[in-house]
């Protein structure tokens, strides 16, 4: 986890990167990793909510879609997809961060039983540094990986830790620019030309 800025592949199509919806465990604060829960009634809002900002984009007829295939990405996806796509192309390269040993738990959890981790300099880097969880560097190549393959608009339903990477790498920022980027749901990070903007229920045009 250097300062070292991370290049990008030029002529990037553009994404439009949404985060799953509320879910039940996200309600509660207690860490998802590869495990799962169910949206709750906001988050399928949410999700409601992202496909009315989708409609309101210009989208090519070539745009593809796709979806982590973790069961609250799916949920997702089915509401904020509908009618725009049968089906998204599920890919394992876009699931949430592996934090091992952490999932399931709370932050008071973590923080009572790992505090030399939870007090790193760095907001987000406990994430990394789960035992038993996925490192950066490999969490960032499967994410790389999916994205060098991309050639055409392309709509990505994920998860918070993954959008925040994806959105990294296709705008060249290291891994502390990478933790600076805002987040969210119920709304959508529009790249395009090496810059983000962020769509919500505001920006849909009536």
């Known amino acids: 986890m250097s300062g070292k800025k991370i290049m990008t592949r030029k002529n990037l199509p553009e994404l439009y990167i ?5 879910t039940e465990w996200n309600a509660v604060g207690r860490m998802q990793g590869h495990l799962d829960s169910p949206l709750t009634n906001l988050g399928q809002e949410q999700a409601r909510t992202q496909l009315r900002i989708l409609k309101a984009q210009n989208l090519p007829a070539d745009t593809t879609f796709h979806c982590s295939p973790l069961g609250r990405a799916r949920q997702t ?3 904020a997809l509908a009618g725009l796509t049968k089906r998204p192309c599920f890919d394992d ?7 091992g ?3 399931g738990l709370t932050m008071y959890d973590l923080d009572t039983c790992w505090p030399e981790i939870m007090r790193a300099s760095s907001p987000y880097s406990w994430h990394y540094r789960a035992p038993g969880g996925e490192r950066f560097v490999d969490f960032r190549a499967r994410i790389k990986d999916w994205l060098d393959e991309q050639t055409t608009t392309a709509v990505v339903v994920t998860h918070g830790m993954t959008s925040g990477v994806l959105r990294g790498l296709a705008l060249g920022l290291d ?5 600076k980027l805002p987040g969210g749901q119920g709304v959508i990070y529009h790249i395009k030309d090496g810059a983000q903007h962020r769509l919500d229920a505001q920006s849909i045009k009536t």
Do not use: N, P, Y
């Open 77 to 79: 996806a089915a509401l």
């Open 175 to 179: 891994v502390d620019g990478i933790a």
């Open 93 to 99: 390269r876009l699931k949430e961060i592996s934090v």
């Open 18 to 22: 949404l985060r799953h919806g509320q």
């Open 101 to 103: 040993k952490f999932e």
